[in-house]
Nanobody, 120 residues
Framework: QVQLVEFGGGLVQAGGSLRLTCAASGLTFSSYDMGWYRQVPGKAREFVAAISWSGGSTYYEDSVKGRISISRDNDKNTEYLEMNSLKHEDMANYYC?????????????WGKGTLVTVSS
C-alpha cells in the first residue's frame, strides 16, 4: 500500500521559514517524479514545485522561484520543500504527489496534506 505522509507544516510569521517533508512508503521511490502542490479552501489545487526521479531536474511555479527549494533523498524515500521568506499568500494546505515514470508511467499518488499558516 502506497503512503505519502507530509509533515513540517505549522504557524510561521511572514518572512519566516519552514521545511516540509514527505515520507513515502510502499513504492519504488526512485522511480517516481515528486512534487508539491498547495490548496486554499475554495480554490483549485495549484502546482508549487517538482523534482525528477533522479533529482537532476527541478521546476517551480513562478511566484515561489528564489524563495522555495525542492529536494529529495532517494535513500530515505523522502522529499523536502524548503520555504523561505514566506508570504501571506503562501498560506495553504501543502500536498505531496508522486508520479510514476517508465513502467509506472500514469500512476500517481497523493498525500493528505500539511497546513502552512503564515501570520502577518
Amino acid at each position: 500500500q502506497v503512503q505519502l505522509v507530509e509533515f513540517g507544516g505549522g504557524l510561521v510569521q511572514a518572512g519566516g521559514s519552514l521545511r516540509l517533508t514527505c515520507a513515502a512508503s510502499g513504492l519504488t521511490f526512485s522511480s517516481y517524479d515528486m512534487g508539491w502542490y498547495r490548496q486554499v479552501p475554495g480554490k483549485a489545487r495549484e502546482f508549487v514545485a517538482a523534482i525528477s526521479w533522479s533529482g537532476g531536474s527541478t521546476y517551480y511555479e513562478d511566484s515561489v522561484k528564489g524563495r522555495i527549494s525542492i529536494s529529495r533523498d532517494n535513500d530515505k524515500n523522502t522529499e523536502y520543500l524548503e520555504m523561505n521568506s514566506l508570504k501571506h499568500e503562501d498560506m495553504a494546505n501543502y500536498y505531496c504527489k508522486a508520479e510514476g515514470t517508465g513502467a509506472g508511467f500514469g500512476m500517481e499518488y497523493w498525500g493528505k496534506g500539511t497546513l502552512v499558516t503564515v501570520s502577518s
